[in-house]
Nanobody, 118 residues
Framework: EVQLVESGGGLVQPGGSLRLSCAASGFTFSSYYMSWVRQAPGKGLEWVSRINSGGDSTSYADSVKGRFTISRDNAKNTLYLQMNSLKPEDTAVYYC???????????WGQGTQVTVSS
């Protein structure tokens, strides 16, 4: 059974940092691209970042470029999202997703809430 379990969300002040983790199981993690996707209150899903299976190629939405860093540890079957210089507009539920390419995802985690507020 494929499982993706996010952690690391919380309440942070503007300008602060958080590191999200996504523990994967039930599939060969090192063989797949992975993505982070978020959903702000009252809005649709927004793709945030993507990383290739080996971890040496990444891409970011313009809204987070230069502030967020995606990474993975294939030995630990874990995906990460380091979020720096957080803004109120980064407030959302963040999901990790197993990425099939072409904006298609076949498995999602349960999400972790990130709230950026003073």
């Amino acid at each position: 059974e494929v499982q993706l379990v996010e952690s690391g969300g919380g309440l942070v002040q503007p300008g602060g940092s958080l590191r999200l983790s996504c523990a994967a199981s039930g599939f060969t993690f090192s063989s797949y691209y992975m993505s982070w996707v978020r959903q702000a209150p009252g809005k649709g899903l927004e793709w945030v970042s993507r990383i290739n299976s080996g971890g040496d190629s990444t891409s970011y939405a313009d809204s987070v470029k230069g502030r967020f860093t995606i990474s993975r540890d294939n030995a630990k079957n874990t995906l990460y999202l380091q979020m720096n210089s957080l803004k109120p507009e980064d407030t959302a539920v963040y999901y990790c997703a197993k990425d099939l390419g072409r904006a298609q995802y076949d498995y999602w985690g349960q999400g972790t809430q990130v709230t950026v507020s003073s």
